[in-house]
């Protein structure tokens, strides 16, 4: 068999490169469990993004601050139980890589041997620079992420959009160019005008998706619990609804709550039956105790 028609062929980094190079575009989602990883291969979407918004979509946390090496390492395994063909990028949390190139190689190395995760991801320029270096010099795959980097929003003044003047633009294709020379291998940019992300194609070897970047980016990713309809809370303008889930779900869940108030389920046909014989029995030894 060809390796072409391998069924279930992993994607490579490779494969993203030639895309990239085709200019067909590369379609990444999130996902933070098994059914939500089998759905995403099953869309056939090429990238997979276990992103710490599982914080705040799956955990219920304010932000994504908060959420844990070992809550992160728990959804990123399940997800990988569910996928076969997309690559896997693992986020690595806040406060989990920051301190020094030791810190952030030794939570990398976990994410690697305990999740099986093909890249992982850190967020800003600047000391994060030195991070990418460490963990590629490692042997660990690294996605950048620059822009509205929710890790830091607080410091960038919010959630709001970056790069908004020539100066801060610079300063997001520096960093940028900067983490394609530590050796990153993808680069993710949220949230900046598609002017930015215009400006820095051209300057850029390493396949760019942008979320809230502009349609110039080698691909998009969102989240899945924003492009579904699942999420409760607010979203970002950048986020285009596909589906109304949550809608779907609570009135799945309302229309089975009123058939178990109104007794109509379970029905006959929901439950097990029992030979005649054997309920005869069974009433006799009843009786006789
Ligand atoms: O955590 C996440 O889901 C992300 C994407 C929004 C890129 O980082």
């Given at each position: 068999?060809?390796?072409?028609?391998?069924?279930?062929?992993?994607?490579?980094?490779?494969?993203?490169?030639?895309?990239?190079?085709?200019?067909?575009?590369?379609?990444?989602?999130?996902?933070?469990?098994?059914?939500?990883?089998?759905?995403?291969?099953?869309?056939?979407?090429?990238?997979?993004?276990?992103?710490d918004?599982?914080?705040?979509?799956?955990?219920?946390?304010?932000?994504?601050?908060?959420?844990?090496?070992?809550?992160?390492?728990?959804l990123?395994?399940?997800?990988?139980?569910?996928l076969?063909?997309?690559?896997?990028?693992?986020?690595?949390?806040?406060?989990?890589?920051?301190?020094?190139?030791?810190?952030?190689?030794?939570?990398?190395?976990?994410?690697?041997?305990?999740?099986?995760c093909?890249l992982?991801?850190?967020?800003?320029?600047?000391?994060?620079?030195?991070?990418?270096?460490?963990l590629?010099n490692a042997?660990?795959?690294?996605?950048g992420?620059?822009?509205?980097t929710p890790?830091?929003?607080?410091?960038?003044?919010g959630?709001?959009?970056?790069?908004?003047?020539a100066?801060?633009?610079?300063?997001?294709?520096?960093?940028?160019?900067?983490?394609?020379?530590?050796?990153?291998s993808?680069?993710?940019?949220?949230?900046?005008?598609?002017?930015?992300?215009?400006?820095l194609?051209?300057?850029?070897?390493?396949?760019?998706?942008?979320i809230?970047a502009?349609?110039?980016?080698?691909?998009?990713?969102?989240v899945?619990?924003?492009?579904?309809?699942?999420?409760g809370?607010?979203?970002?303008?950048?986020?285009?609804?596909?589906?109304?889930l949550?809608?779907?779900?609570?009135?799945?869940?309302?229309?089975?709550?009123?058939?178990?108030?109104?007794e109509?389920?379970?029905?006959?046909?929901?439950?097990?039956?029992?030979?005649?014989?054997?309920?005869?029995?069974?009433?006799e030894?009843?009786?006789?105790?």
């Open positions: 068999m060809s390796a072409h028609a391998a069924p279930h062929k992993r994607i490579t980094l490779g494969d993203l490169a030639a895309k990239k190079a085709a200019g067909e575009p590369i379609v990444m989602v999130t996902a933070y469990d098994y059914p939500s990883a089998q759905i995403v291969e099953a869309a056939g979407v090429d990238v997979v993004l276990v992103g918004s599982a914080a705040m979509t799956v955990l219920g946390y304010e932000s994504t601050v908060p959420v844990t090496v070992d809550e992160m390492i728990m990123t395994a399940a997800v990988r139980r569910g076969q063909k997309p690559l896997l990028i693992a986020d690595l949390p806040f406060g989990s890589y920051e301190a020094s190139d030791a810190i952030a190689v030794a939570t990398a190395q976990r994410f690697v041997k305990e999740t099986g093909d992982v991801k850190i967020e800003r320029g600047g000391t994060s620079v030195d991070r990418a270096r460490a590629v042997g660990i795959p690294v996605v992420h620059i822009g509205l890790q830091t929003a607080t410091s960038l003044g959630y709001r959009a970056q790069g908004r003047t100066e801060a633009a610079l300063a997001l294709i520096d960093d940028a160019l900067a983490l394609q020379a530590a050796g990153c993808l680069l993710v940019v949220e949230a900046v005008p598609s002017e930015v992300t215009a400006a194609m051209p300057l850029i070897d390493i396949p760019v998706i942008g809230g502009g349609a110039d980016a080698d691909g998009q990713v969102l899945f619990h924003d492009l579904l309809g699942i999420y809370g607010p979203t970002a303008r950048f986020v285009k609804r596909y589906a109304d949550r809608t779907a779900a609570i009135a799945g869940v309302e229309a089975y709550a009123d058939e178990v108030r109104g109509e389920y379970p029905a006959p046909e929901h439950g097990y039956g029992m030979p005649a014989e054997e309920t005869v029995r069974l009433r030894l009843i009786a006789g105790r």
